[in-house]
């Protein structure tokens, strides 16, 4: 499958937001801590999934209820972890978030990092990676757990956590967003428990 950017600008998939808060210094915090024994942009990457696979577990897997930070949210929002500041400081999230946390740390040592999207019974958030001397983007899926536990970092193909059955309608989007797609994020900001975020997880884009 071929890949492609929705923004054909390299610098988009190196770019803060709100959600992908790389500049924050929880972040930078964890960037430095993995720096440490990375001595390049490709140990550095492996070492930023390793942790985001392993030391952040799925809330699905988890059953953490934990909001933003344990702060009640603001009028209108949510209390599951969407930042990657938010993701990085709780250790917990979902797909999307553990995503959103993965992408921040890559882009934040100046990797560009896109976020993707698998289709199952819910769309199922990934990232791909574009390491420097290399022309391909490479996805990659730090979801973790039980479920995920097949996923390996690897450049020369891929070993993600779930492969796409496409007789059940299952589709692998070949988009490479540079900001989380508009409903998964939604979905993230409006729901109160996982519970919630359970029922709102978005079944297609």
Known sequence: MELIQNNPDLAAYLA??????????VVRRTVATLSANAPDAYAYAEAAFTFVRDAIPHSF????????????PAEGWGSVTWRASDVLETRTGICYAKSHALVALLRARGIPAA???????????????KLPGRERWVRQDARGGEAGAAAQFRLDREQLAFTVRPEFNEVDYPVLFAEPH???????????????????????L
């Open 16 to 25: 803060a937001d709100d959600a992908i808060d790389h500049e924050h210094p």
């Open 61 to 72: 897997d988890s059953g953490d209820e934990r909001s933003e930070m344990g702060v009640p």
């Open 115 to 129: 976020l993707c999207y698998q289709k199952f019974e819910a769309v199922h958030g990934l990232i791909a990676l």
């Open 182 to 204: 508009p409903a998964v994020l939604q979905c993230l900001r409006d729901a109160v428990d996982r519970h919630r975020l359970a029922q709102l997880l978005p079944t297609a």
